[in-house]
């Protein structure tokens, strides 16, 4: 029988930060449009609300967060940061339409925004892979396998786990093919290192690395 003590934690993250998502067209306006000429509420801050609140939440449930309490070797760290910088490279080749877009085209003055663009990198590089990985990894990759998934040791995970999984995980992404990827590279990390902290130090390089990336190179679709 499957915990519900065990799921809530690893998923109210996630949801929160997609629920979000999901609104970041329509709640600026809603909140515009509630408050009148009194607020005028910039969609960008959406997402260090989204942030912050997904950060809350895993800090209430961090002692529940099991698949953490272990820290991998050292060495093993290395080779973490060279897969997220593999999956980095693989984020931004040139990919064909049918692999999927970025369609959050925008423009950003960075001398303007220097609170904002600290604040999505740090979410992207430090808070979301932590969330993502808890959801993709150590839950719904496991959770394939056996819906008690604590029990499941990742190095038992099965290959029709880890392509699922991967491609749940493209499916929410815009570019999907880099997202499948990507999940095939942490999922194998996570498999070959049984420890969760190795894909999160992977995700948070790849996330951190094009973070810098799209702001040196003024490539703002990625974001």
Do not use: C
């Amino acid at each position: 029988m499957v915990n519900q003590n065990n799921i809530l934690p690893r998923v109210l993250p996630f949801a929160i930060y997609i629920f979000f998502l999901a609104l970041s067209d329509y709640l600026p306006l809603l909140l515009n449009s509630l408050s009148g000429s009194f607020l005028s509420f910039d969609s960008k801050w959406l997402y260090l609300v989204r942030v912050l609140l997904v950060l809350s939440v895993l800090l209430y449930y961090w002692r529940d967060y099991v698949e953490l309490a272990t820290k991998p070797a050292v060495v093993d760290f290395l080779y973490a940061v060279l897969a997220g910088l593999l999956v980095f490279l693989l984020w931004i080749l040139p990919y064909p339409t049918w692999a999927g877009v970025n369609n959050h085209f925008k423009t950003v003055g960075i001398a303007q925004d220097v609170l904002w663009l600290s604040s999505r990198l740090i979410g992207a590089a430090l808070i979301v892979p932590v969330m993502e990985e808890i959801f993709w990894r150590s839950l719904v990759m496991r959770w394939i396998d056996n819906k008690n998934f604590l029990n499941t040791s990742p190095k038992n995970i099965s290959l029709y786990a880890l392509v699922l999984s991967s491609g749940l995980f493209a499916s929410a992404h815009h570019l999907w093919l880099a997202g499948l990827l990507a999940g095939l590279v942490y999922g194998a990390m996570y498999m070959k290192y049984k420890n969760l902290w190795i894909p999160v130090v992977a995700h948070a390089v790849t996330n951190g690395v094009l973070g810098l990336w799209v702001m040196l190179t003024g490539h703002w679709q990625y974001w």
